[in-house]
């Protein structure tokens, strides 16, 4: 069995795979129904054992392993892959997750482009430098420790400016709480 892999290894050579095929495909499949696989999954795991065994004859090492042990091996690990593909948990078609969000009404959607434009008009009359670092950590959702690298700045500059910005932003939307 070492010579065929060698052969279908080196010179790709058919007659020697077609003769392993005959010799491992039936075992392969048997084991594979030995372990509870439906008869039609166990042939289509077999034929993909041995079509590996085709692609990666190259890898095979007599020192390491018997061609049986070998192509047993590929099995088996297509076996495992078989059945953890089976128990993914299918998808529940009424999960509360996967259900587009329900259309808002038509005044929650104005009242949100209100607040959106008074909040767009507090943050331009807030200092560029102010209202960079709010853009930075609530935009674009960085850590101020990132904000404080990206600008060059120290962290506690960084959290100053924050704490400037919030203040005038509340004195300015306070009545949006």
């Given at each position: 069995?070492?010579?065929?892999?060698?052969?279908?290894?080196?010179?790709?050579?058919?007659?020697?795979?077609?003769?392993?095929?005959?010799?491992?495909?039936?075992?392969?499949?048997?084991?594979?129904?030995?372990?509870?696989?439906?008869?039609?999954?166990?042939e289509d795991i077999a034929?993909?054992?041995?079509?590996?065994?085709?692609?990666?004859?190259?890898?095979?090492?007599?020192?390491?392993?018997?061609?049986?042990?070998?192509?047993?091996?590929i099995a088996r690990n297509r076996f495992i892959d078989t059945v953890r593909r089976e128990r993914r948990p299918a998808l529940d078609p009424d999960e509360p997750m996967l259900l587009p969000e329900a259309p808002r009404p038509a005044d929650d959607s104005m009242?949100?482009?209100?607040?959106?434009?008074?909040?767009?008009?507090?943050?331009?009359?807030l200092p560029p430098d102010q209202a960079e670092v709010?853009?930075?950590?609530?935009?674009?959702?960085?850590?101020?420790?990132?904000?404080?690298?990206?600008?060059?700045?120290p962290l506690g500059t960084v959290k100053s400016r924050l704490r400037l910005a919030f203040g005038r932003l509340r004195a300015v939307l306070e009545d949006l709480q």
């Open positions: 069995m070492a010579a065929l892999m060698a052969a279908i290894a080196h010179d790709r050579d058919r007659t020697a795979f077609a003769r392993l095929f005959g010799h491992y495909a039936p075992r392969v499949k048997s084991y594979l129904r030995r372990l509870n696989v439906e008869e039609r999954l166990a034929q993909d054992v041995m079509l590996t065994v085709w692609r990666k004859a190259a890898q095979f090492d007599p020192a390491k392993a018997s061609a049986g042990t070998w192509i047993f091996a009242a949100a482009g209100q607040i959106g434009a008074r909040v767009h008009q507090a943050m331009s009359a709010v853009a930075l950590s609530f935009l674009e959702g960085l850590p101020h420790s990132a904000i404080a690298e990206r600008l060059d700045i």
